[in-house]
Antibody, heavy 114, light 112 residues
Framework: EVQLQQSGAELGKPGTSVKLSCKVS????????MHWVNQRPGKGLEWIGR????????IYAEKFKSKATLTADTSSNTAYMQLSQLKSDDTAIYFCALMGFAYWGQGTLVTVSS | DVVLTQTPPTLSATIGQSVSISCRSS???????????LNWLLQRPGQPPQLLIYLVSRLESGVPNRFSGSGSGTDFTLKISGVEAEDLGVYYC?????????FGGGTKLELK
């Protein structure tokens, strides 16, 4: 069974960074793209970017190019997303997903507050 | 970027009623390899999204066959033939033909 386990909730101060993780079991992440998606309170889904863990290639939505950095560790079958220069507008739930959005993590709530 | 426009934004239905949701794309989603990468997701309250339909009309494993997808090019439809209580939530279309991937704005299905 494929499972994605995301790291716990984060409380970050404005201007700082947070790094979220998404550990996959039951599937080798080298065989698929890993996507990251956010959802601001009461809003819809927004695609942030994706990484090909096999070679580290990334594609980002334009608005996240200077906000998010996607990486992956194939030895631990884990994907990461670092969010930098946090602002209140970054407060959201962040999801990882793979295999064409067939499998999703449970989401990580990031709250930005001083 | 591809813009996906979903209508209606909200849908009220009774149990057993059949409903349809439209997803229109700002450009054709037909890939050069012949596939059309348009999926449908359902997000129930407090849950991550769930894949229902992929490649326009293919039913994801375990999804009830009251869900069906159709369309081509720029116009796509999700149909639920006989709404059940567990179908309530927000439906999203998502395209992965053109980078960056993009989601529709969502359609909230609620009980009338």
């Amino acid at each position: 069974e494929v499972q994605l386990q995301q790291s716990g909730a984060e409380l970050g101060k404005p201007g700082t960074s947070v790094k979220l993780s998404c550990k996959v079991s039951g599937y080798n992440i080298r065989s698929t793209y890993m996507h990251w998606v956010n959802q601001r309170p009461g809003k819809g889904l927004e695609w942030i970017g994706r990484i090909d863990p096999a070679n580290g290639n990334t594609i980002y939505a334009e608005k996240f190019k200077s906000k998010a950095t996607l990486t992956a560790d194939t030895s631990s079958n884990t994907a990461y997303m670092q969010l930098s220069q946090l602002k209140s507008d970054d407060t959201a739930i962040y999801f990882c997903a793979l295999m064409g959005f067939a499998y999703w993590g449970q989401g990580t709530l990031v709250t930005v507050s001083s | 970027d591809v813009v996906l426009t979903q209508t209606p934004p909200t849908l009220s239905a009774t149990i057993g009623q059949s409903v349809s949701i439209s997803c229109r794309s700002s450009q054709s989603l037909l890939h050069s390899n012949g596939n059309t990468y348009l999926n449908w997701l359902l997000q129930r309250p407090g849950q991550p999204p769930q894949l229902l339909i992929y490649l326009v009309s293919r039913l994801e494993s375990g999804v009830p066959n009251r869900f069906s997808g159709s369309g081509s090019g720029t116009d796509f439809t999700l149909k639920i033939s006989g709404v059940e209580a567990e179908d309530l939530g927000v439906y999203y279309c998502v395209q992965s033909t053109h980078a960056p991937w993009t989601f529709g704005g969502g359609t909230k299905l609620e009980l009338k």
